[in-house]
């Protein structure tokens, strides 16, 4: 079983900057790729990025390019998602998926990323 934690959310002004972090823990498990999603209201959960462990290969969805980075370190099972040039329609949950070797995938409880003045 492997447990999936995110930190960083929180409420910034447009324009501002947020770091996620999104850590994996367990027993025997390998890492394959980590990924971020997010959650609109009353919507389906949509791709934000994700990172290989053997790339790293990064990918983001279009409407974050060039405004979020995603990186991880390995040495921890960790992943972080750096969203700068925030706007409203970035609010969201922003959930932090693990996929491991077994092709489980674990899913994070979400952290709220409020963008607002």
């Known amino acids: 079983q492997v447990q999936v934690v995110e930190s960083g959310g929180g409420l910034v002004q447009p324009g501002g900057s947020l770091r996620l972090s999104c850590r994996a823990s367990g027993s025997s498990f390998r890492m394959l790729t980590m990924a971020w999603y997010r959650q609109f209201p009353g919507k389906e959960r949509e791709f934000v990025a994700q990172?290989?462990?053997?790339?790293?290969?990064?990918t983001y969805a279009d409407p974050v390019k060039g405004r979020f980075t995603i990186s991880r370190d390995g040495t921890k099972n960790t992943v972080y998602l750096q969203m700068n040039s925030l706007t409203p329609e970035d609010t969201a949950v922003y959930y932090c998926?693990?996929?491991?070797?077994?092709?489980?995938?674990?899913w994070g409880q979400g952290t709220q990323v409020t963008v607002s003045s």
């Open positions: 990172i290989d462990w053997s790339g790293p290969n990064p």
């Open positions: 998926a693990a996929v491991v070797l077994s092709a489980n995938t674990y």
